[in-house]
């Protein structure tokens, strides 16, 4: 029995709250609190304006994985890969100031709510088929956001319009789309969907290693869906004289959906079964607008309503990756 107790205690001892990671998100702090004379919040309005460039750089970040030049994997391919990336941001906007580990989470003293980049690491597998087309291949993995509860679900298809023709000053041609879905943020939900044209040109190297330089130009398209945001979680409407709190609690309105381009370099090296590839990629600035059929008025910082039409105000985004894998 005191053997039990002792390692309850102990047990005890270890245990620790939950507690956000420093790149999570509090969505709660993209709202603007009308209030009363006493100070008593009377209502919670959502800034649109600010929700959608957030969720315009956010998807950037959790964008589909490209990594790999225009020619498939081949019916009787495989590949297996972890990679690394880093996603510039705009964090002295006041709208990065739903990061948890934000050192203004108020946005009033224009400080940077984080360091200028997110980092990501990933696992895939890849594997080339000949059905439903030949020269298809498909691929899956995880994606995890650094210092956050984030992980992203993608999933690809890559069909070869022109590949193969090796001996040839030609380049092979890809079409690829892709959809990459974040979880494990319980107030935001956040798909991203892609399509991008790749060209490469195959080059062998003293007969043991190849060289697969490629470029490619990509669409995505992100849509960002609210989950119920308690505006004041620091209040329980379980205590008395709080009741009507829960009131308070918002959701931001859905918006058409927003439009990213990006443009990629890359090279993939292999020697044997080992093969290495790096990629930049650059995310044109947002400029999309949600146009809202009640209204022309455009949307303003800290809004007080949201009956206004909401601009993508993101700035481009640089994107650093690396993978490093085995192609069977």
């Given at each position: 029995?005191?053997?039990?107790?002792?390692?309850?205690?102990?047990?005890?001892?270890?245990?620790?709250?939950?507690?956000?990671?420093?790149?999570?998100?509090?969505?709660?702090?993209?709202?603007?609190?009308?209030?009363?004379?006493?100070?008593?919040?009377?209502?919670?309005?959502?800034?649109?304006?600010?929700?959608?460039?957030?969720?315009?750089?956010?998807?950037?970040?959790?964008?589909?994985?490209?990594?790999?030049?225009?020619?498939?994997?081949?019916?009787?391919?495989?590949?297996?890969?972890?990679?690394?990336?880093?996603?510039?941001?705009?964090?002295?906007?006041?709208?990065?100031?739903?990061?948890?580990?934000?050192?203004?989470?108020?946005?009033?003293?224009?400080?940077?709510?984080?360091?200028?980049?997110?980092?990501?690491?990933?696992?895939?597998?890849?594997?080339?088929?000949?059905?439903?087309?030949?020269?298809?291949?498909?691929?899956?993995?995880?994606?995890?956001?650094?210092?956050?509860?984030?992980?992203?679900?993608?999933?690809?298809?890559?069909?070869?319009?022109?590949?193969?023709?090796?001996?040839?000053?030609?380049?092979?041609?890809?079409?690829?789309?892709?959809?990459?879905?974040?979880?494990?943020?319980?107030?935001?939900?956040?798909?991203?969907?892609?399509?991008?044209?790749?060209?490469?040109?195959?080059?062998?190297?003293?007969?043991?290693?190849?060289?697969?330089?490629?470029?490619?130009?990509?669409?995505?398209?992100?849509?960002?869906?609210?989950?119920?945001?308690?505006?004041?979680?620091?209040?329980?409407?379980?205590?008395?004289?709080d009741e009507m709190d829960a009131t308070n609690n918002f959701v931001f309105r859905d918006q058409a959906a927003i439009t990213r381009q990006r443009i990629l370099l890359g090279a993939k090296l292999q020697f044997s079964i080992v093969q290495l590839t790096v990629e930049a990629q650059l995310a044109f600035a947002?400029?999309?607008?949600?146009d809202r059929p009640d209204t022309t008025a455009a949307c303003q910082p800290s809004s007080t309503t949201t009956s206004c039409d909401a601009k993508d105000t993101a700035a481009s985004q640089a994107t650093l990756s690396v993978s490093a894998g085995f192609d069977f």
């Amino acid at each position: 029995m005191v053997r039990g107790a002792l390692v309850a205690l102990a047990l005890l001892g270890l245990w620790r709250p939950a507690a956000a990671d420093p790149n999570d998100l509090v969505m709660s702090r993209l709202a603007t609190r009308i209030t009363d004379d006493t100070g008593r919040v009377l209502s919670v309005v959502g800034e649109n304006l600010e929700f959608r460039a957030l969720a315009s750089q956010l998807g950037v970040v959790l964008a589909p994985h490209l990594l790999s030049p225009a020619d498939t994997l081949g019916f009787g391919g495989f590949q297996f890969d972890l990679d690394v990336s880093q996603t510039s941001i705009d964090s002295i906007q006041p709208y990065w100031r739903v990061l948890a580990g934000s050192r203004d989470p108020t946005g009033t003293n224009r400080l940077a709510h984080g360091a200028g980049v997110l980092r990501t690491i990933g696992v895939f597998a890849h594997k080339g088929l000949w059905f439903p087309l030949p020269s298809f291949e498909v691929g899956a993995g995880a994606v995890h956001l650094i210092d956050s509860k984030t992980w992203a679900a993608q999933l690809y298809g890559k069909l070869g319009v022109h590949e193969g023709y090796h001996d040839l000053p030609v380049p092979s041609i890809a079409v690829r789309g892709a959809v990459s879905r974040m979880m494990n943020q319980r107030e935001l939900d956040l798909t991203v969907a892609s399509l991008d044209i790749t060209v490469s040109k195959h080059f062998g190297i003293a007969g043991t290693w190849r060289l697969d330089p490629f470029a490619g130009w990509d669409v995505l398209v992100i849509i960002p869906r609210s989950q119920v945001i308690e505006a004041t979680p620091d209040v329980d409407p379980l205590h008395m004289g709080d009741e009507m709190d829960a009131t308070n609690n918002f959701v931001f309105r859905d918006q058409a959906a927003i439009t990213r381009q990006r443009i990629l370099l890359g090279a993939k090296l292999q020697f044997s079964i080992v093969q290495l590839t790096v990629e930049a990629q650059l995310a044109f600035a947002g400029s999309s607008v949600d146009d809202r059929p009640d209204t022309t008025a455009a949307c303003q910082p800290s809004s007080t309503t949201t009956s206004c039409d909401a601009k993508d105000t993101a700035a481009s985004q640089a994107t650093l990756s690396v993978s490093a894998g085995f192609d069977f």
